[in-house]
């Protein structure tokens, strides 16, 4: 196997779960590191550096969300929770703490395949971001000119509108909650303020999408938040 297929670092104390896991990626060409705790996966990514992290909430020394607080405290590495917690505000929980997606077991090999991909592809994007272009269907932004073009047209975004914009585009493809948003737009005094996110949305849809009624481009994940959809890089 080569030493450039992505290293994924696997935090789970469940036997079964890892064996499962361990032969789906290895046959699909990922390098593995295996933790069966929250303190040994935490070694493991200083030592290692892995391009991703499967991390379970449910270890025996600390909460996967203690070892995902941790590792934002120094990494920018994509973190896939995989739990059995399917709640609502468990996953809220875990994305405002700094994780990338929320999987909830029992779920299938091709959607974990999937969101892998996803966020692997969007760190190989990260390092692009500001002399880059965005680009999803006939949406552009340029980020080094601050420009946003809709069919070739350009349109003009207050401050807070590009500034929402242009966060969701950082983390293209993923949900950030509604506590997110608003603190990196508004600030952490606004964070439950949820009617501010509400009204510019509804702006920026009706600046971007074809049809606001039904957007294709800004969707709302109910409950939790928003997530920019299809968005991909211009070098």
């Keep these: 196997m080569s030493d450039a297929s992505p290293l994924v670092l696997l935090i789970e104390d469940e036997p079964q779960m890892r064996r499962f896991l361990r032969a789906m990626l290895v046959a699909r060409g990922y390098r593995l590191v295996e933790a069966e705790t929250g303190g040994d996966g935490i070694a493991q990514a200083t030592t290692r550096n892995p391009d991703l992290v499967l991390l379970d909430l449910g270890l025996p020394d600390m909460d996967g969300l203690e070892v995902t607080r941790r590792l934002r405290e120094w990494s920018a ?54 002399s880059s272009s965005f680009k999803v269907q ?24 590009y500034k929402l914009l242009t966060t969701l585009i950082r983390h ?40 606001p009624a039904r957007p294709q481009i800004l969707i709302t994940e109910p409950g939790v938040g928003y997530r920019l959809k299809g968005a991909r890089v211009e070098p």
């Design 77 to 130: 590495v994509p973190i896939i929770v995989l739990s059995a917690r399917g709640q609502e505000q468990d996953k809220i929980d875990a994305l405002d703490g700094g994780a990338d997606d929320y999987l909830t077991k029992p779920f299938s090999a091709g959607e974990l395949l999937a969101r892998l991909r996803v966020a692997l592809r969007h760190a190989a994007h990260a390092a692009k971001e500001e």
């Design 138 to 161: 006939d949406v552009e932004v340029d980020l080094a000119r601050r420009v946003v073009l809709r069919a070739g047209g350009e349109i003009h975004l207050t401050p807070i509108e």
């Design 172 to 211: 293209a493809g993923k949900v950030l909650t509604h506590r997110q948003l608003l603190g990196e737009v508004w600030g952490p005094a606004y964070a439950g303020q949820t009617h501010y996110l509400r009204v510019y949305m509804a702006q920026l849809r009706h600046k971007l999408e074809r049809d």
